[in-house]
């Protein structure tokens, strides 16, 4: 592309002309709010990755818990016979 293409690109894109149209306060509120739907989606589904291998750990640990607490109240059972 020449040098002349490129700044005929660069002064279409920066100059901006009346579009002769009306967007009324209901389509602009759809898109907002289908907006919004999307980046919430979006953060949860981040939140739900970031905090699964968390969870997981927290359930090893609880599963651990009560297995050492099991065995330290059969052993206390049996030592007592």
């Not at 009324?24 to 949860?44: F, K, Y």
């Not at 589904?45 to 330290?72: C, D, E, H, Y």
């Amino acid at each position: 592309m020449t040098i002349g293409a490129s700044t005929l690109a660069v002064a279409m894109l920066l100059t901006a002309f009346p579009a002769h149209a009306y967007v009324g306060p209901g389509a602009g509120l759809s898109l907002l709010s289908a907006l919004w739907a999307v980046l919430a989606a979006i953060l949860v589904a981040v939140g739900f990755v970031l905090m699964w291998p968390i969870r997981k750990m927290m359930r090893k640990r609880k599963a651990n818990r009560t297995t050492a607490q099991s065995s330290t109240t059969e052993s206390t059972k049996h030592s007592s016979s």
